[in-house]
């Protein structure tokens, strides 16, 4: 009588390249929404800094707006304490100025090159109030923030039409580090003199 030959029964189920193609599918998946949400937060965090940017450059162009009103009712050279009258430099020198607009200070500014700057270039943030400082009590923000100021003339000369001599250019740079490249943002305007009964303050 023939023999049977035997038979091999093979059981359903994942062979072991089913499963690492089957978790691969899977991570990609899971990959694709964190690489999203990752860069989301990069750029909300980019964001943020270049609003406060905005914010920190335009804040230095109000200061500077009242400072010349105050001059002007109080009798005063329409750019003193901003470094435009004789003897002073301040914001009109070529490194410009450091502006405390919570303190109302004007202060010259230092180098500030390199890779770590030192800590008086940067902007303080008070935590209790949220003020802008350049207070060294204060923690320090990122940014830099420089103000740079010209005249059209300096003074009275034949060469200089009035009008010029009531006339300033102010540009602000805020700077600050992102991911190992420095990001700047540049606010630039001019302010004038137009107090009738002050044209000799506005001439200084």
């Given at each position: 009588?023939?023999r049977?030959k035997?038979?091999?029964?093979?059981?359903?189920g994942f062979?072991?390249?089913?499963?690492?193609?089957?978790?691969?599918?899977?991570?990609?998946?899971?990959?694709?929404p964190?690489?999203?949400?990752?860069?989301?937060?990069?750029?909300?965090?980019?964001?943020?800094?270049?609003?406060?940017?905005?914010?920190?450059a335009?804040?230095?162009?109000e200061?500077?707006?009242?400072r010349?009103?105050?001059?002007?009712?109080?009798?005063?050279?329409w750019?003193?304490?901003?470094?435009?009258?004789?003897?002073?430099?301040?914001c009109?020198?070529?490194?410009?100025?450091?502006?405390?607009?919570?303190?109302?200070?004007?202060m010259?500014?230092?180098?500030?090159?390199?890779?770590s700057?030192?800590?008086?270039?940067?902007?303080?943030?008070?935590?209790?109030?949220?003020?802008?400082?350049?207070?060294?009590?204060?923690?320090?923000?990122?940014f830099?923030?420089?103000?740079?100021?010209?005249?059209?003339c300096?003074?009275?000369?034949?060469?200089c039409?009035?009008?010029?001599?009531?006339?300033?250019?102010?540009r602000?740079?805020?700077?600050?580090?992102?991911?190992?490249?420095?990001?700047?943002?540049?606010?630039?305007?001019?302010?004038?003199?137009?107090?009738?009964?002050?044209?000799?303050e506005?001439n200084?």
């Amino acid at each position: 009588m023939p023999r049977e030959k035997p038979t091999r029964s093979f059981s359903a189920g994942f062979t072991l390249l089913e499963t690492l193609v089957a978790l691969l599918i899977l991570v990609s998946a899971m990959l694709g929404p964190v690489a999203l949400g990752t860069r989301s937060v990069v750029a909300i965090s980019s964001s943020r800094n270049q609003i406060t940017a905005v914010f920190l450059a335009q804040d230095a162009i109000e200061f500077i707006r009242a400072r010349k009103v105050t001059n002007s009712l109080q009798n005063q050279p329409w750019l003193t304490g901003l470094g435009g009258s004789a003897g002073q430099s301040l914001c009109f020198n070529s490194g410009g100025c450091f502006i405390d607009t919570a303190n109302g200070a004007v202060m010259l500014a230092g180098a500030c090159g390199g890779v770590s700057p030192p800590s008086d270039c940067y902007v303080k943030r008070n935590t209790a109030t949220g003020a802008y400082t350049h207070d060294t009590a204060d923690p320090a923000t990122p940014f830099i923030r420089r103000v740079y100021m010209t005249r059209r003339c300096p003074g009275p000369s034949p060469s200089c039409p009035q009008r010029e001599r009531k006339e300033a250019n102010v540009r602000v740079e805020v700077e600050w580090q992102e991911r190992s490249s420095t990001r700047r943002v540049a606010i630039e305007t001019e302010i004038f003199c137009f107090e009738r009964s002050l044209l000799d303050e506005c001439n200084k």
